[in-house]
């Protein structure tokens, strides 16, 4: 009987292989130049989204995860596993994560005190609805901030909200309304208290909002670099904070 028997020690030993893989999962795979170019090359392809020189760590950073959790070897044996049949379901993650970006409640707050003064204030007497459209819309920060004004300002049944995003994945948490008390601060006071539902139970440390809010936002799953929306007009639309993502041509 040989040592390795005796001690119960094999090559196909639980903890060694378990071992084997933590240290997969947390090792960091580096992106080379050639790298970044197929991937910065892709992205383009796909969203129309263009990406410079320095956001060559931005990619590697948010690329590493699927990386490791394939167990794959290399940036570029990733690359090509998004390109085979097998990889369909992940080329979607992968555009999620080069294309999800930083969001917030009321970001930038003087464009939505201006929608609030300056457009929807000289709508108030009129029959007819306001449409909106906030693309790139994210996890729904931006939306639901809108959605507030125009409640605020209009009533209910008077406006329309059209949120779009390519990630599938943030759409369906903007669908759900579900955010971390956390970002609470970002929602001035009066609309927090008009429209902010507070979590109870096992939601506590979570909020979401009331259904007056809720119902007059429609979510879609969209490829600004596809196609428009719809043939319809809309009142306003929210696009700065993706437009810097797009070269001239593009935009």
Same mark, same amino acid.
């Given at each position: 009987?040989?040592?390795?028997?005796?001690?119960?020690?094999?090559?196909?030993? =639980?903890?060694?292989?378990?071992?084997?893989?933590?240290?997969?999962?947390? &090792?960091?795979?580096?992106?080379?130049?050639?790298?970044?170019?197929?991937?910065?090359?892709?992205?383009?392809?796909?969203?129309?989204? $263009?990406?410079?020189?320095?956001?060559?760590?931005?990619?590697?950073?948010? /690329?590493? &995860?699927?990386?490791?959790?394939?167990?794959? =070897?290399?940036?570029?044996?990733?690359?090509?596993?998004?390109?085979?049949?097998?990889?369909?379901?992940?080329?979607?993650?992968?555009?999620?994560?080069?294309?999800?970006?930083?969001?917030?409640?009321?970001?930038?707050?003087?464009?939505?005190?201006?929608?609030?003064?300056?457009?929807?204030?000289?709508?108030?007497?009129?029959?007819?609805?306001?449409?909106?459209?906030?693309?790139?819309?994210?996890?729904?920060?931006?939306?639901? $901030?809108?959605?507030?004004?125009?409640?605020?300002?209009?009533?209910?049944? &008077?406006?329309?909200?059209?949120?779009?995003?390519?990630?599938?994945?943030? /759409?369906?948490?903007?669908?759900?309304?579900?955010? $971390?008390?956390?970002?609470? =601060?970002?929602?001035?006071?009066?609309?927090?208290?008009?429209?902010?539902?507070?979590?109870?139970?096992?939601?506590?440390?979570?909020?979401?909002?009331?259904?007056?809010?809720?119902?007059?936002?429609?979510?879609?799953?969209?490829?600004?670099?596809?196609?428009? =929306?719809?043939?319809?007009?809309?009142?306003?639309?929210?696009?700065?904070?993706?437009?810097?993502?797009?070269?001239?041509?593009?935009?």
């Amino acid at each position: 009987m040989s040592a390795g028997s005796s001690t119960g020690i094999t090559d196909q030993d =639980p903890a060694s292989n378990l071992q084997a893989r933590v240290r997969h999962i947390t &090792r960091t795979i580096l992106l080379s130049d050639e790298e970044f170019g197929l991937f910065r090359d892709l992205i383009y392809r796909l969203a129309r989204i $263009s990406l410079s020189d320095q956001k060559k760590a931005l990619v590697a950073g948010r /690329l590493n &995860r699927r990386v490791r959790h394939l167990r794959l =070897p290399s940036f570029k044996s990733y690359y090509d596993y998004v390109h085979s049949p097998a990889g369909a379901s992940e080329l979607q993650l992968m555009v999620d994560a080069l294309t999800t970006n930083e969001t917030s409640f009321f970001r930038e707050p003087e464009h939505f005190h201006f929608l609030g003064k300056e457009i929807l204030a000289k709508r108030q007497g009129e029959s007819k609805s306001v449409r909106i459209w906030s693309a790139a819309c994210s996890s729904g920060e931006e939306p639901y $901030s809108l959605a507030m004004v125009c409640h605020d300002r209009l009533g209910t049944d &008077r406006w329309q909200i059209l949120a779009t995003d390519i990630s599938r994945t943030v /759409l369906e948490r903007a669908e759900r309304g579900l955010y $971390s008390i956390s970002a609470a =601060p970002r929602i001035p006071e009066y609309y927090l208290k008009k429209y902010a539902l507070k979590g109870v139970g096992n939601m506590e440390g979570m909020f979401t909002f009331n259904d007056e809010i809720k119902k007059g936002i429609q979510f879609r799953s969209m490829n600004l670099a596809e196609r428009k =929306p719809c043939e319809s007009q809309f009142d306003c639309i929210f696009l700065r904070n993706v437009m810097i993502y797009f070269d001239r041509e593009t935009k």
